[in-house]
């Protein structure tokens, strides 16, 4: 069992209006599947409501001693699907959603879901939404998370895949270019009181991601997923990343996550134990160590401890 405290700061909650999306787009010529479909042909369980989705994740939270995650929503305008699921777990969850800028709507949606809905975590995919980081309509959206203390903005940075559209057959027309963790840090350090969050170190820009995190107290920098980018420069292993990451920004500013997303798969407990293992090596300090794999969480998004 794990004996310290963890709190997984990116997980994926794959709803029922989460494949129903799918399901449209894969839908093309032929008849539109549903939902069920999808997850059938997947082969992975079907999520239910939002409100047993949100009670399978406690019951799996439970089993793997993980006290408490950030769950995403996953397309834009399924915030209300992870708002129920924090209503209903208020003390396991933290709600983020993504949402695109180009929509007519962004600002009031991102509104929305901050003060309505009680979310935590503006979610931009700059390369899948085509919509740069110097955007003024990115810039709207970010001073919605300024207005609410206590919001952080998640920007996924270099390589995108999205391995469920892959298995689908479904084309992901992302354009690289525009996840440049430098122009994440013109947006910290237009908005210093705002947590900025880069998930898997960048994801191919590791460079960039330590040069604007040095230089912006605010970004942090979360260490989910398997990380397999690594491959794109040869030699370079998880072991270097995190050496590279505690070198420039410090046990402080790291943010443990899986990127655990579908059932029966559940939470990624080898993800867990290969960061551990490493993180053990690297970190002398217990105090250190605690922070990277829960306290920083704490920090950003206070709440109660369940556990």
């Not at 980081?133 to 810039?139: F, P």
Request: with cysteine.
């Amino acid at each position: 069992m794990i004996s310290a405290a963890v709190n997984d700061a990116h997980c994926h909650f794959f709803s029922e209006r989460f494949f129903a999306a799918l399901a449209a787009q894969a839908a093309g010529p032929a008849p539109a599947r549903t939902a069920a479909e999808v997850c059938r042909e997947l082969g992975w369980e079907p999520p239910g409501t939002p409100d047993a989705l949100a009670d399978r994740w406690v019951r799996e939270l439970d089993a793997q001693g993980i006290n408490r995650a950030a769950l995403m929503a996953s397309v834009p305008g399924d915030e209300a699907s992870v708002a129920a699921a924090v209503a209903r777990h208020p003390g396991r969850f933290v709600g983020f959603f993504m949402l695109d800028p180009a929509g007519p709507d962004a600002a009031a949606r991102a509104r929305h879901a901050v003060t309505d809905l009680k979310l935590r975590g503006l979610c931009l995919f700059p390369a899948m939404h085509h919509v740069p980081l110097d955007d003024d309509r990115v810039a709207k959206v970010v001073e919605v998370a300024a207005a609410h203390p206590g919001v952080a903005v998640f920007v996924h940075c270099g390589v995108l895949t999205v391995g469920v559209r892959r298995k689908l057959g479904l084309p992901s027309r992302f354009d690289l270019r525009l996840g440049d963790p430098r122009a994440v840090a013109r947006l910290a350090l237009a908005f210093p009181h705002v947590p900025f969050i880069i998930p898997h170190f960048g994801a191919g820009t590791l460079r960039e991601a330590l040069m604007s995190a040095e230089i912006c107290p605010n970004l942090h920098v979360d260490t989910s997923s398997s990380n397999n980018w690594t491959r794109y420069t040869p030699g370079l292993t998880l072991h270097g990343v995190f050496a590279a990451a505690l070198s420039v920004v410090g046990p402080k500013r790291l943010l443990f996550g899986t990127d655990s997303s579908f059932f029966p798969r559940g939470w990624q407990r080898g993800v867990y134990e290969e960061q551990k293992r490493i993180v053990d090596e690297l970190v002398a300090s217990a105090e250190d160590r605690a922070l990277i794999f829960g306290g920083n969480f704490e920090t950003l998004f206070k709440g109660p401890a369940t556990r």
